[in-house]
């Protein structure tokens, strides 16, 4: 591949940025990057294990000169992250950001940006349970879709160019307004993170089922639930609360659906419930034959302890 950016800022250092970098570097796809946390430990952490090529002490040395900065920051602070970042940025550098809601993303973020810098949002659709700098990894992106969600009027040029970044990072690419990745991400993202988190909390809830035994009898349906809510807390709260309107309507949806189970189970209703588990086998058929996991035991996820 070849360079598409003289220099890259990445400013937060957690899963998401750090495999960016990794990335980027595998493919020599940014001459520098640079990186800044808030934090002056995850700064010493990522100078320990060569995450970028300088770390800075400040947001205005990171961003400095950078043609992309990236924001890799939970929603609930990207806006005000914007707003001081704003003054420091050269004319014609382009501002992206890697979070799963893009319509608040946008109406916080974009009007603290100047004239002649370019606002392409971006949204990565890769991670793991696992957060901070020490658990990224070049191949994340690999085979997975990024999602980039520009504003009405955002410069062609600017566009093309962080595709081809992402591109060259191992995603497959695609454009899509934000209202409408707020609801696709709602249904198969976010939503089920709730009900993950909802799960795991009713079984920590049945004090007749001890502790041991929700730990030891883990079948492979309840671990998944607690892998998917092992994810950061503070990225996830504000994840909610900023695509609040399209999660509630899935909520709507999934509750009206799960009460039909009920009255199906109740009702010993073994039709209906036959029937709706060959309907959802299909998507999951689908995911497979997408690419988009494997079928492999135990979905090629290691042993089975």
Known sequence: MSQIYDRVALIGLGLIASSMFWAMKRSGLAGEVTGFAPSPETRVTARDIGLCDRVCDT???AVEGADLVVLCVPVGVMGKVAAELA?????GATVSDVGSVKAEVISTVGPHLPDGVHFVPAHPIAGTEHSGPTSGFAELFDNRWCLLVPPEGTDADAVARLRGLWEGMGSYVDEMDAE????????????????AYTMVGVADDLRRVTD?????????GFRDFTRIAASDPTMWRDVFLSNKDATLEILGRFTEELFALQRAIR????DHLHDYFTRTREIRRNIVEAG??????????????
């Not at 003054?87 to 004319?91: F, V, Y």
């Not at 988009?292 to 302890?305: L, S, V």
Request: charged share 20%.
């Open 267 to 270: 009702q010993g209703d073994g």
């Open 59 to 61: 947001m205005a040395e």
């Open 212 to 220: 041991s035994e929700v730990i030891k009898y883990s079948a492979a």
């Open 292 to 305: 988009q996991d494997t079928d492999a035991p135990n979905f090629g996820r290691g042993g089975t302890k």
């Open 87 to 91: 003054p420091m940025l050269k004319t």
């Open 180 to 195: 409408h990745h707020d609801r696709v991400l709602a249904v198969t993202s976010h939503a089920p993170h709730l009900i």
